[in-house]
């Protein structure tokens, strides 16, 4: 029965960490993925024009 207290608390203390760390993961994507679409449409005005 300790066991299972001890994983319960030791799982309920990393699982906020873990999705923390996956929203930073997921915000920089976004961000290279706003970059790379901001490149591409720089290169298809030039194209335009």
Request: hydrophobic share 45%.
């Amino acid at each position: 029965m300790r066991r299972l207290i001890g994983l319960v608390l030791a799982v309920s203390f990393a699982l906020p960490f873990t999705l923390l760390a996956g929203c930073n993961t997921l915000a920089g994507a976004g961000k290279d993925i706003q970059q790379g679409g901001a490149k591409i449409q720089s290169e298809a005005q030039e194209h335009q024009n």
